[in-house]
Nanobody
Framework: QVQLVESGGGLVQAGGSLRLSCVAS????????MAWFRQAPGKEREFVAR????????AYSDSVKGRFTISRDNTKNTGYLQMNSLKPEDTAVYFC?????????????????WGQGTQVTVSN
């Protein structure tokens, strides 16, 4: 069992930056694929980025590629999402998730553990 707790959200002006953190409980964090998803009001939850268990492989949605960076520190049981050049359309609740599946996936239904989410609001 893994419990995930996000932090770092807040209100920022367009063009600004935020870094989200996701702290995991449990001793097997380093064996999970980790991802970030987001959900804006009235919209479905969408994939943002994922990182392999060891941190060597990453993938991003087209909407954030080049602006966001996903990383992890398995010694601290923590994952990160560095968000730069933020836009108003990035406004959403951001969730971290962990998957035990033996394949890489962008599908939210493939992720086994979820945090409670952290709000990111980008103003004009």
């Amino acid at each position: 069992q893994v419990q995930l707790v996000e932090s770092g959200g807040g209100l920022v002006q367009a063009g600004g930056s935020l870094r989200l953190s996701c702290v995991a409980s449990g001793r097997t964090f380093g064996s999970y694929t980790m991802a970030w998803f987001r959900q804006a009001p009235g919209k479905e939850r969408e994939f943002v980025a994922r990182i392999s268990s060891g941190g060597a492989w990453t993938a991003y949605s087209d909407s954030v590629k080049g602006r966001f960076t996903i990383s992890r520190d398995n010694t601290k049981n923590t994952g990160y999402l560095q968000m730069n050049s933020l836009k108003p359309e990035d406004t959403a609740v951001y969730f971290c998730a962990a998957s035990v599946k033996p394949y890489y996936t962008r599908m939210s239904t493939d992720y086994d553990y979820w945090g409670q989410g952290t709000q990111v609001t980008v103003s004009n």
